[in-house]
């Protein structure tokens, strides 16, 4: 683990099968093995044989053309034994709220799109010292953002072209401490009557980590829609708020122009709004109340809810 702090993290193991389905094909995600992070000491441990370590090969990793493999033996064997047992069919619910497009204003029939905020609202099982880990940045935060921006909407008397679908989802599943699964937004409106024939998704926010993190700026991951990013990074100077564009890694084979979910392979265009460094304290027993920051929350909320509202009413991108 290049992050001690990882070794600290505990994790919801998903409880679905590792594979999802897209327009008929099923696509394997996650390992069949477990993974067992480890600190760079005990891997230099089981290196130590072989006259390299960590960091040398993290060098010889990076002059490797592409395609290049190396193969290395240590000459150990290790061993590794856990005590658990898999918990199956657990009921996981899920909280959805619809806010209605507004047919027909201006000469413009856009109530049929729809925009889906997700915010993840369950946290990690107790530790194996059975200490709680509270969830607070992570993800109370970010249900907490949504709930206000929700009241803003409302209490304006703002009123959407398009339709808005806000979901507080739980079970999301981790493995390794990475995210195997997405929720899959047209599962989760398949029980909102009529919403899964007659809409289509135009786009997805996710919210996690609003209230807390070393950085300065809200941080946008938008996995390749450069419209979305634009429109929330604007959304965020108009507002009074710094934010950029996450340092990821980028998917070519999901970025969108105007957004084109069937050509992609993708629902729709996804972007992920969280404060810099969230991570810091994500699924650990300091994730507390006394971690968040109010300013934060509010700064967070401010471009969130704009974002959001200029989003329900554009009309040409």
């Known amino acids: 683990a290049e992050d001690p702090n990882a070794l600290q993290q505990n ?15 099923n696509r394997p995600q996650g390992q069949d093995a477990p993974t067992l992070w480890i600190t760079e000491a005990n891997a230099n441990r089981l290196l130590k ?19 290049e493999v190396i193969d290395i033996a240590t000459g150990v ?36 799109h729809l925009i889906v905020v997700l915010a993840r609202y369950d946290n990690p099982p107790l530790g194996p010292e059975g ?38 989802y739980s079970g999301e599943g981790l493995e390794g401490g990475n995210s195997v699964f997405r929720p899959e937004v047209s599962k989760l409106i398949q029980s909102k009557f009529g919403l899964s024939e007659f809409m289509k998704v135009e786009a997805i926010i996710e919210l996690r980590g609003m209230g807390a993190g070393e950085g300065d700026s809200l941080m946008l991951l938008s996995g390749g829609s450069m419209r979305l990013a634009d429109l929330f990074k ?26 084109s979910s ?5 629902e729709a265009p ?25 300013e934060k929350l509010e700064k967070a909320g401010r471009a969130l809810s704009l974002g959001l509202m200029i989003l329900g009413r554009e009309t040409q991108y």
């Open 11 to 25: 994790c919801t193991l998903s409880s679905r099968e590792p594979t999802w389905s897209i327009f008929g094909t």
């Open 49 to 67: 044989d072989t006259g390299k370590t960590v960091a040398e090969l993290r060098l010889i990793n990076e002059q490797l053309n592409q395609d």
């Open 77 to 112: 064997v290790a061993e590794m034994e856990v005590q658990g047992k898999i918990e199956e069919k657990v009921l996981v619910r899920h909280v959805i709220a619809q806010l209605p497009g507004v047919a027909g204003v201006r000469g413009h029939q856009l109530d049929d």
């Open 131 to 168: 200490k709680p880990y509270p969830g607070a940045n992570d993800n109370a935060s970010g249900v907490g953002v949504m709930l206000e921006a929700i009241r803003v909407m409302r209490e304006s008397g703002y009123q959407p072209y398009k339709t808005f679908l806000f979901v507080a």
């Open 234 to 259: 604007e959304a965020a100077r108009r507002t009074g708020v710094k934010a950029n564009r996450a340092g990821e890694e980028l998917n070519v084979s999901v970025i969108y122009g105007t957004g």
């Open 262 to 266: 069937r050509e992609s392979g993708e």
């Open 270 to 294: 996804r972007i992920g709004l969280s404060w810099e460094g969230w991570e810091e304290t994500s699924r650990t027993t300091a994730d507390t109340l006394e971690s968040v920051s109010a």
